[in-house]
T-cell receptor, first 113, second 119 residues
């Protein structure tokens, strides 16, 4: 079983809609959770991180964490075509000694103008 | 402020040749990571260093791969001999230990990657 699971997509949403990206992880001991965005041919860049159960908002982005369900999500409000990218969920799993991040395979988001 | 710097950006080589990828982490960062990204396997951790010391190399696929960090500002990933299945984008990333007792993993800052093609 892969440590971090994401639906590969593509997830297609119209401009202005809310995009919901989901991620599940297998290691209950994970404490740090990150969302990275990766444009085609570019390197991953951090969007948000979350450590505590609940919601964390930053502009149009909201990260949600539920440790009991081992579930992390990212909501993007008022989606823009420039949000079209692959979104990578990452956790500090036990398999990396909790100092490195284990990444999911990513969900490709397409925002239609 | 300079980010993580990798070279070369692109490398095309023939099977059996030696490949050396280079990385300069962000100044002051005490962790350095090498990841490999392919369509099939996504982003995989190969090895990481803390204060120039290799901590976990369990992701290195086989003995053909080796990595060094002779000082805080430089690391190399070497493949010898290279094979077509090594074709991938290799990312170097660095991070700084969090100061909060609740944070044991800092944000990873990625370089632009080295795209390797082995023919």
């Amino acid at each position: 079983q892969k440590e971090v699971e994401q639906n590969s997509g593509p997830l297609s949403v119209p401009e202005g809609a809310i995009a919901s990206l989901n991620c599940t992880y297998s290691d209950r001991g994970s404490q740090s959770f990150f969302w990275y965005r990766q444009y085609s041919g570019k390197s991953p860049e951090l969007i948000m991180f979350i450590y505590s159960n609940g919601d964390k908002e930053d502009g149009r982005f909201t990260a949600q964490l539920n440790k009991a369900s081992q579930y992390v999500s990212l909501l993007i409000r008022d989606s823009q075509p420039s949000d079209s990218a692959t979104y990578l969920c990452a956790v500090n799993g036990e398999d990396t000694g909790r100092r490195a991040l284990t990444f999911g395979s990513g969900t490709r988001l397409q925002v239609q103008p | 402020d300079a980010g993580v710097i990798q070279s070369p950006r692109h490398e095309v080589t023939e099977m059996g040749q030696e490949v050396t990828l280079r990385c300069k982490p962000i100044s002051g960062h005490d962790y350095l990571f090498w990841y490999r990204q392919t369509m099939m396997r996504g982003l995989e951790l190969l090895i990481y260093f803390n204060n120039n010391v290799p901590i976990d190399d369990s992701g290195m696929p086989e003995d053909r791969f080796s990595a060094k960090m002779p000082n805080a500002s430089f690391s190399t990933l070497k493949i010898q001999p290279s094979e077509p299945r090594d074709s991938a984008v290799y990312f170097c990333a660095s991070s700084h230990t969090g100061t909060s007792p609740l944070l044991n993993t800092g944000e990873l800052f990625f370089g632009e990657g080295s795209r390797l093609t082995v023919l």
